[in-house]
Each structure stands twice: as C-alpha cells, then as structure tokens.
C-alpha cells in the first residue's frame, strides 16, 4: 500500500549523512533491549515465521528510507554511493534479511531505471517509491547458474508491443512490488544485442497470462518473499522497454557495478555485529563469571583481534570501491567485482572463526546472542546470485592481460580522496560507468606507498617489509599473467586465469589498506593513522597468498585488541566509520 505521508515529508540537506545516520540508529534503539520492537529478539521472532518485521519495516518508512533510493533531481535524496551504504548499514547490522529485502531490491531495480529509463520512465518509478512502494527485479536463471544471458524468458517483438513467454524461479518482493525490471530475450542466442530489460506494472498484467508463487522459505535470509514468476504471452506496450532494443547486457553489467558494491560492502555490517556478539560472550564466560569451563583468554583476544583486522581489510576494498564509483567510475568493473568475490573468502571465515569464541551458544536462538546463528546463516546468502562469485571472476579475468600489459607499474596512482571515508565527493553518475578501461589506479597506489615507508617503529617496520612484499607479488604476478595466452572467447578459460583472478583481488585488498592508512595519518582517528592494523592487515593478505610473512610485532595484535574492547565499550561499529551505536 502506498504511503502517501512520505510524500508530504520535507527534504533534508544536501550534506548531512553523519546526521541522517545518527537519526536512523536512534529510531532503531538499543537493539539488544528486550522490550525494543525492532530489537533483536522481535527481528528472531519475525525470522522465525520466515517474514520481515512489520514494526521494522514501519519504522524505516516514518525515516523516509525509500527517498534514499530516489535521485535528488527526482525528489529523493541519492546522489552518493557512499552515504546509501552508511545510511543502510544501521539495518544490515540487525537484519541482512530486512536490508535486502525492504530496501535494496528495490534500489538494485531502481538502478536500471535510473541509468537507461526515459524520463517518464524515471518520473513514473520515481513517485511510486517516493510514494512507499517497491520495486523488484527478475534477473537470476537458476537453471544455467545464475547466467542471466542464458534468459528462459523471451519476448517476441510485435508492432508497437512485446509478447513475453517465460519463467524467473527467483525474484525477491514480487508479491508486492508495484515496478517490476524483468530481464529477457529479444532475439536469437549469438546475435548482438540480443537481449532488453522491461519496466512493467504488475497490476495491469492479465491475471490468465502472469503468475507469482512463493518459493519455501530457505535457511538464509528467511524473511525475505522469494518467488518465481511465470508469463504466457503476455503483451506489453514497447514503451515499456528500458533502453533500446537490445541493450539488456548493457544494462545489467553496468548496474552490477552498483548492485555488487553496495551488497558486498553492507554485508560487513551483520559481521560488524557478529564481532560484538563475540566480544560479549567473551566478558560474560570468562573466568569467575560464569559455570562454563573458561576459554584460553590468549586464543580469544587473537581471535577477536584477527576478526576485526579482517572487517577492516574487507572494509578498506569495501569503501575504496564504493568511492570508486564516484572518483575513478571508468574503473568499477574490475574493483566492484573485487568486493564481491572477497565477501566469500573474508566475511565467511570471519564468522566461521567467531564462532570459535561462542561455543556451545552459537545454538542460541533468543536474544543478543541469537543473532549469531541467523547472521552466520545470512551472509553466505549474500555471496550467491546473479553477481556470484563466477560471475565477479568471468567480469575480471578479460581484463586482466590488459591491465598486466598497460597499467600495472606505469599508470598514475589513484587521488587522496579515494582512501578517505566520508571525504566530500561529486554527484554519482551513472553514465559515467564504463565496461572496462584498462586503467588499476589502486594498484599504482600500492608501488607509491610502498616506496615511500619510512619504518620508524616496529609496527611501520613490518608494515614496510609487508608492502614490498605485496610489490613484488604484482611484479610476479604480471609476469604470470603475461606469460598465459590470451582467452579465447570461444574456448573455455582455464583454471589458471581463476587462480590468479584470486590474488590479483587480494593484491587489491592490500593496495586499499595502504591507501587508506597513509591518506588518513593525519586525520581525526588515530587508530586509523596506527599502523599497527595495516600492517596486520597485509599479514593476513600474505598468508592468504601463501607467501612467508615477516613476524608480526606482538605489540599490533595488543593494539587492536585493546581497540576491539574499546569501541565495544565506547559503542562504536568495527567499520572505518568507528560509528557510535545505540545499546
């Protein structure tokens, strides 16, 4: 139903997400609060029973989240990638399901609409979301693995219209979405533009000729309507194309660029809690405070050291890619699949290892500790889909002979901005975003870093020797990449080009986390100018390469421990926001 009091709302300010944000987790509260409507135990309740919190899902209405989706120029407030991804990062961090499914499928619709609509188009999408509704988009082929090109929905052009045959097994929000983006084929397989997105209104669908059915609830992401639709002929006006005829790839790989951004990097906000949870069981079952047999106390502080190196490696590629889209857009296919195919390999393996600290209480299902089991069953949800982890390597690996050939050790390094969170930015612009450019400023940034550490304490000493580590596994891995023929377009790629797909993505990871500690060593966070995290950060990079790491200092695991039990105490997120929280 449309809400139509969001519409009579009066806009905010051009400049105010800190703001906006401390007003989104106030209206949220303490979540840990029993008797809090949107708490975690009321979020459990509603996962339970596999739907989203109706309480929650009011609240973000009174907040006005869907002007969030909405270009200014249309009414709403978007015109950054990045103060969407702060804004909605409060509701990932209590409910990934709630995030996803309230929020971001409508935006991840809503992209393609901005990007190639026309401009009744946009204003009739536009003042539907303004108006509370949502958008949904069918693009997932579960059939071929998510291959959307391999489309089992065709649409027959006629005179003036479209006849659309056809089924999407998984479609999120279908059954109350008032847009509908829906991907399909225009003309036969192996022709050029062979396939087109549609907007539709699902209402003015025939009842006869378009069907929606729930799919059972899956373990992850439980709260989120998930169903498959079926069309049999269903005639719609060609108006209703988004773009020209035959510009559907076009358009998805470029809202990819978007949609696996902003998922992949609010992901790290349920891990950011799960970290919490971690510390909390930690203070309430260590010795003397609890009947349970006590936990090595050394083994946890390592553990929960290392989680939060890993939230902040992640988070560095994370917002680095995110900036990206506004400072260096030509240059997002490559860092927004880096994000996405990172997410599997660091997230997961976070929770996995905080679970260590749990016990026997990952089981627990109410309360604060609860939220474990539903977070640790959530994000792995996020990996899959049409922008899984295939999906990120396929969008990489074309491009990476280019890259080796005439960007790495040559091009220009990426501006200061780009490292620093929050810092003002241009307008997002959608038609700035390109396909590929054969253009890796972050990478140059790694060789300038790299080159000028001075090594003053023990800390920047490790974090110097790490960073002409990671220098001389891009030079090594040029070399490997050069030294492979070209792909093939017609032949299958071979494994090798996966395998170095993965640590040229690590490789990157390092690359943002010495861009962000040496742009922000004279900023207002001086955890963020310690080199201590960084230089742990490359550590864990370097095992993950499986090249022997110099010695960490001991005195860099004390450090951020000692920030892990600070932020917990002081209420601040584990993200490079350092966010204060309610609870």
């Not at 840990?32 to 509603?46: F, M, W």
């Not at 930690?282 to 050394?298: F, H």
């Not at 560095?316 to 900036?323: G, I, P, S």
Request: glycine residues 8%; contains cysteine.
């Amino acid at each position: 139903m449309v809400n139509t009091a969001l519409l009579d709302r009066p806009e905010t300010p051009v400049n105010d997400t800190p703001d906006r944000v401390t007003r989104l987790e106030r209206l949220l509260g303490d979540p840990a609060d029993a008797g809090n409507p949107v708490g975690y135990g009321a979020l459990l309740r509603a996962d339970r029973r596999a739907v989203l919190s109706a309480d929650a899902e009011a609240l973000l209405d009174d907040f006005g989240m869907n002007r969030e989706f909405v270009p200014r120029d249309l009414g709403g407030r978007f015109d950054s990638a990045e103060t969407l991804l702060r804004v909605m990062r409060p509701v990932f961090r209590r409910d990934v399901s709630l995030g996803a499914g309230y929020g971001m499928t409508t935006f991840m619709a809503a992209s393609d609409v901005w990007m190639h609509g026309s401009e009744a188009q946009r204003h009739w999408l536009a003042g539907l979301l303004l108006g509370g509704s949502k958008a949904a988009i069918a693009q997932h082929e579960t059939a071929h693995t998510n291959d959307f090109v391999r489309s089992q929905v065709r649409a027959e052009v006629l005179p003036g219209a479209l006849s659309v045959t056809g089924g999407k097994p998984v479609v999120n929000n279908l059954h109350r979405a008032d847009a509908l983006v829906l991907f399909c084929r225009t003309a036969s397989e192996g022709l050029t533009g062979c396939h087109s997105a549609l907007l539709l209104d699902p209402h003015t669908l025939p009842a006869g000729r378009y069907r929606v059915t729930r799919r059972p609830a899956a373990l992850g992401l439980r709260g989120c309507y998930f169903a498959g639709v079926e069309l049999d002929g269903c005639v719609v006006p060609d108006d209703t194309l988004l773009g020209p005829l035959g510009s559907g790839v076009v358009t998805a790989l470029r809202s990819f660029q978007v949609s696996r951004t902003l998922m992949a990097s609010l992901s790290s906000a349920a891990v950011d809690t799960a970290l919490r949870v971690a510390v909390l069981v930690d203070r309430t079952q260590g010795p003397g405070r609890s009947g349970l047999a006590p936990a090595d106390p050394q083994h946890t502080a390592t553990t929960l050291a290392g989680a939060f190196v890993n939230l902040l490696l992640y988070d560095c590629l994370a917002v680095v890619a995110t900036r990206a889209l506004h400072l260096l857009p030509a240059e997002t296919s490559v860092y927004s699949s880096a994000v996405k195919l990172l997410l599997p390999r660091v997230l997961s393996d976070t929770m996995y290892d905080l679970a260590t600290v749990l016990g026997s209480r990952i089981y627990a299902r109410e309360g604060t500790v609860g939220v474990f089991q539903k977070h640790i069953r959530d994000v792995p949800v996020v990996s899959l889909g049409h922008a899984g982890t295939v999906a990120c390597q396929a969008t990489i690996i074309p491009q990476l002979r280019t890259l080796a050939q005439a960007s790495w050790f040559t091009g220009a390094e990426a501006p200061a901005a780009l490292f620093r969170p929050g810092a003002p930015m241009p307008p997002f612009d959608y038609g700035r975003l390109a396909l590929a450019c054969g253009r890796d400023s972050v990478s140059a940034t790694l060789l300038a870093v790299a080159g000028s550490l001075p090594g003053a304490g023990p800390a920047e000493r490790a974090l110097r020797d790490l960073a002409g580590q990671m220098t001389a596994e891009l030079f090594e891995l040029r070399g490997r990449v050069l030294a492979l023929p070209p792909p093939d377009p017609a032949r299958p790629v071979g494994p090798a080009w996966f395998a170095l797909t993965d640590r040229y993505v690590l490789l990157l990871a390092a690359a943002c986390v010495l861009g962000v500690w040496w742009h922000n060593r004279g900023g207002p966070d001086p955890f963020l100018a310690d080199p201590s995290w960084a230089a742990a950060a490359l550590h864990r990079i370097a095992q993950r390469l499986g090249t022997p790491a110099v010695d960490l200092p001991a005195e860099c695991t004390a450090r951020i421990h000692q920030e892990v039990l600070a932020r917990y105490g002081d209420r601040r997120s584990f993200d490079l926001y350092n966010t204060p929280l309610q609870g």
